[in-house]
């Protein structure tokens, strides 16, 4: 899989013309911004599943052609180019997404043109704390947990040093609102290139993480009239005190095999939804290209706002990239990420994308409750990104993740017959359907008992849907290693099978 949204007819030939084609494609629209570090042509061939020298053949042409740059010791960025809007960039750190160095020359204050963010423990889809302490278990599957021991200390200590050597002294005062520049130039150019997002420095607000960035974004709207928020049904039940706690009504619209029942939205007269489209929590259902399309033109036709939850959007494993809602429509949708599944939930990390008029919203409600996010974190995280090795970390941690999957996947069908594993394309959870019958909670007391930490699906739906749902569980695999996995499985098939003799 690759993040570059390279689409490839292999059956068509001409594969590195192909790729040219799509990073051209990519320039001229502005998603691929000056400066950008492409992926070396061993990661990139590894990705799109082609030959090394079919990648090479097609960074030398675009070379050739001056779209891209190839400097010994830096790899291959993109050149500066005339951008889509026709006027010409100067240097290599033009653009939106410049680079790390051009982002950090200015000051404290950086530009002001963006939104204030915001930041809180993120729960349930979000992989926030736990309900209550108690001893660690053997089996830990509770979802949304990444592998904290996966975090690459040495190579955050090595941008930790290089933003250090360069911050200017002004940085270290009081922060923009919205966030060091550094930073949301460095996620202006990624979520681009990785998510197809239309973003800019202007239209993005550093959060301490995805919850305070969604508390923010609704008490921004219910100040501005919004008095319902629509939410998926099923969803993680711990947010919903905090989304309450913001000033708004809450409904619950129905999740299928598609995604968002866009027509039962509708009727509920909200003009706000909250919705998890590339990985539903907890389901796993991807939203459908027409249920897409139907809500956008929902947004548009009620005057209305998305927000988008982008949860588990970086790890992908058996269908091609899907791009962001917000890239579709970035006037009527809100994209929140972090990078507390990528990284770790400590750093306290995450961005909000919104319309300008919200940006500054938001930017506003961050400088009256907390003036912003930490600046050394901030500068951290861009070089990160701008050198590459935050590229470099995902890719290792998906391939990593989709063993795990794999191997908890095959231990629950051969431990769990009459189970139905859902949602395994993406992510770091899976849905499984219990059996017909099951006792949902029992299940969850005996692997409890066994040493197995897992989580039911039950309080996640509507009381008005709970009653007619099937038993499930919500199971995280990020944290253990294959074998431990298929251990995990073995002892709560037995939790089921004693279920059953019971």
Not at 52 to 78: N, S, W
Not at 213 to 233: I, W
Not at 242 to 255: D, E, F, K, N, S
Request: charged share 20%; glycine share 12%; proline share 6%.
């Amino acid at each position: 899989m690759t993040d570059l949204h390279l689409p490839l007819d292999r059956a068509a030939g001409r594969l590195s013309a192909q790729i040219a084609a799509g990073f051209r494609a990519a320039v001229r629209s502005g998603r691929l911004t000056a400066g950008t570090r492409l992926p070396s042509s061993r990661d990139l061939a590894r990705d799109l599943g082609v030959s090394r020298g079919v990648v090479v053949t097609a960074y030398e042409q675009l070379i050739a052609e001056g779209f891209l740059l190839a400097r010994r010791g830096d790899g291959t960025r993109v050149a500066p180019l005339a951008r889509s809007d026709g006027t010409a960039r100067s240097d290599g750190t033009g653009g939106t997404g410049g680079t790390g160095g051009a982002a950090r020359s200015g000051g404290a204050g950086g530009t002001r043109d963006a939104a204030g963010s915001g930041g809180a423990a993120r729960r349930g889809a979000t992989g926030g704390p736990d309900d209550a302490p108690g001893p660690v278990p053997a089996y830990d599957l509770w979802p949304g947990h990444p592998d904290l021991s996966a975090f690459p200390r040495e190579r955050w200590l090595a941008a930790a040093r290089a933003a250090l050597r360069v911050l200017p002294r002004e940085e270290l005062g009081y922060p923009d609102p919205a966030g060091a520049l550094a930073l949301r130039a460095e996620l202006a150019g990624y979520l681009g290139r990785v998510r197809a997002a239309h973003a800019d420095p202007g239209r993005l607000v550093i959060m301490n993480g995805v919850a305070q960035g969604l508390s923010g974004v609704v008490r921004v709207l219910a100040a501005a009239g919004h008095r319902t928020l629509a939410v998926e049904d099923p969803t993680s039940d711990r947010q919903l005190p905090m989304l309450a706690a913001a000033g708004v009504r809450l409904v619950r619209v129905p999740v299928d095999g598609q995604g968002l029942d866009v027509a039962a939205l509708e009727r509920t007269g909200a003009r706000a939804v909250l919705v998890t489209p590339a990985h539903q929590y907890p389901t796993g259902v991807v939203l459908s290209p027409a249920r897409r399309a139907a809500l956008i033109a929902w947004a548009r036709d009620v005057n209305g706002i998305v927000i988008e939850d982008d949860y588990d959007a970086e790890f992908r494993y058996d269908r091609e990239p899907v791009g962001c809602l917000q890239g579709v429509d970035p006037d009527r949708v809100v994209l929140l990420g972090s990078v507390s599944k990528s990284l770790a939930p400590a750093l306290r990390l995450g961005w909000v994308v919104a319309p300008p008029a919200l940006a500054e919203g938001l930017r506003v409600h961050r400088s009256h409750h907390d003036l912003g996010t930490a600046v050394l974190e901030q500068h951290t995280l861009a070089t990160l990104i701008e050198s590459g090795a935050y590229d470099r970390h995902l890719r290792t941690m998906r391939r990593r993740y989709r063993a795990r999957r794999d191997a908890l996947a095959a231990a629950l069908v051969e431990h769990l017959p009459g189970a139905t594993v859902h949602g395994v394309s993406a992510g770091i959870h899976l849905y499984v359907d219990l059996p017909p019958g099951t006792d949902e909670a029992a299940v969850v007391a005996r692997a409890a008992d066994a040493g197995v930490r897992v989580t039911g699906a039950r309080p996640m739906w509507s009381p008005a849907r709970a009653a007619a749902a099937r038993p499930a569980l919500v199971l995280g695999y990020a944290g253990l290693s294959e074998s431990r996995l298929a251990r995990a499985a073995e002892l709560l098939g037995r939790a089921v099978t004693q279920g059953a003799r019971g």
